[in-house]
């Protein structure tokens, strides 16, 4: 079969490798994808939020199938477009439609979605301009740390976790006054701290059943020991030693079947790869957040360790016998690395010739911010997060070892990464 993924990061790239390796794929297009993806299909000049030009894409290549992999085309209603059009109807989309894609879309609708089907998550609010005094009020309410979410898409930026309640009243003002984060912090949701280790949760559904993905936890933050800007995400490891036992068990019956129950009485057909953001408070999970696609920078730790054929899953995803399929994982730990520009999450340059990738060994790169120049055939920067270096091993130590030994390897002007991925997790093992 044909497929075409559309996005251009690090999780496209991992999914283009993973549904490259099947023998069920005859073509693999990534639109408009990277320079390391050109490795592993054909990439296509196409926006992903291009509709009219995806369709002909899909048109002109024979595609039998879609995956969807940022949220903004999601959240902007890529499938909806598919299934509104009479020569792109059949063709099956992995990815939500936008009623369900709003889980991520909009921070109150998800709130709201949690609160009905009584999904465990912080107390909140949610605040716009004409009810600004009513937020301050609500902020001296709170015990700090004070959360600030920005109710709308922000790429993976738009939370603030702040000690001050005086700072917390500016960084809201600035949210929704300002417009720090444009339209995505027209309405802020103020939600309760809750203290405990975060992980991610993933799931594959076809709105009837789901099957359980490999868990990961990234870490977002710029600085070491958490600390600094959010960005993307700085690395990932994966499995999480205590996601395991009774606490999955927790997590399926609290928080992935209410989900999926509550999306079927909506009247919602999810079909795609749900994220739970969740937080371990003292045993029990708690969601603090949705997101209706893959993660990055946890796709390139969660997709190397699944060992079944991803476009049979896929598959039943679109054909609703996704409970008929198996799914197996690979035992060992992956450890993922992103190495970013000099000055990401903030200003930073684009262009700089990336060398010594040809010295790595026993790692995957999945390039993020990359792009080939087809003059010199050199490969450059091209954004914030450039490339993940993700590796196995026995242990978290090996499979960070290796990662850590391969990102010295590759180099590029303002090259940096974070040296404590799974600092939180290795005393767990």
């Known amino acids: 079969m044909n497929i075409l993924i559309i996005g251009s990061g690090g999780r496209e790239h991992a999914l283009a490798w993973k549904l490259a390796a099947s023998p069920k794929v005859k073509n693999l297009y990534i639109a408009p994808g990277n320079a390391g993806t050109r490795n592993v299909g054909k990439n296509i000049p196409v926006n992903p939020n291009d509709f009219p030009s995806i369709k002909m894409a899909v048109i002109e290549n024979d595609i039998d199938m879609v995956v969807v992999g940022p949220e903004v085309p999601l959240v902007n209603g890529i499938h909806d ?19 369900a894609a709003m889980l991520e879309g909009s921070k109150d609708f998800a709130k709201d979605f949690m ?14 301009s004409d009810t600004i005094e009513q937020a301050y009020a609500y902020l001296e309410t709170m015990t700090p740390p004070y ?43 103020i939600e309760e701290f809750l203290d405990g280790i975060e992980l991610s949760v993933f799931v594959l559904t076809d709105g ?22 959010n960005t993307g995400g700085m690395g990932s490891v994966s ?29 919602i057909d999810y079909k795609g790869f749900i994220f739970f953001g969740l937080i371990n408070v003292k045993g029990d999970p708690y969601v603090i957040e949705y997101n209706c696609r893959m993660g990055d920078p946890e796709a390139e730790v969660v997709i190397p360790r699944i060992e079944s054929d991803l476009v049979d899953l896929l598959e039943g995803v679109a054909n609703n016998n996704l ?12 450890a993922s690395v992103m190495l970013v520009s000099k000055g990401y999450p903030e200003k930073y340059e684009k262009g700089k010739p990336i060398t010594g990738m040809e010295n790595v060994e026993k790692c995957v790169i999945f390039h993020a911010g990359t792009a080939k120049d087809i003059e010199s ?8 997060r450039v490339m993940a270096i993700t590796s196995y091993g026995n242990t978290m130590e090996d499979a960070l070892k290796s990662a850590y030994e391969n990102a010295e390897m590759i180099e590029f002007d303002g090259k940096f990464y974070r040296t404590d991925i799974g600092y939180d997790l290795r005393k767990k093992e």
């Open 147 to 189: 959360v600030l979410k920005a109710d709308g898409l922000a790429a993976g930026k738009g939370v603030l976790i702040i000690d001050k309640l005086e700072d917390a009243r500016q960084e809201l003002s600035k949210m929704i006054i300002e417009s720090k984060f444009g339209d995505a912090s027209s309405k802020v949701v």
């Open 208 to 229: 009837l059943s789901y099957k359980l993905l490999p868990e990961a936890k990234d870490y977002k933050r710029i600085g070491e020991g958490d600390t600094g800007l």
């Open 81 to 99: 477009y598919f299934l509104d059009d009479k020569l792109l109807k059949n063709t099956p989309v992995i990815g939500p439609v936008k009623a």
């Open 239 to 267: 499995p999480v030693p205590f996601a395991k036992g009774e606490f999955m068990q927790k997590v399926k019956d609290r928080v992935i079947q209410p989900t999926i129950d509550g999306l079927k009485a909506e009247g």
């Open 323 to 334: 409970s008929d399929k198996e799914i197996i994982f690979d035992d060992r730990v992956a």
């Open 115 to 128: 609160a009905r089907y009584n999904i465990p998550t912080a107390s909140y609010k949610t605040f716009a």
């Open 377 to 384: 055939e050199t490969i450059k920067t091209s954004g914030g």
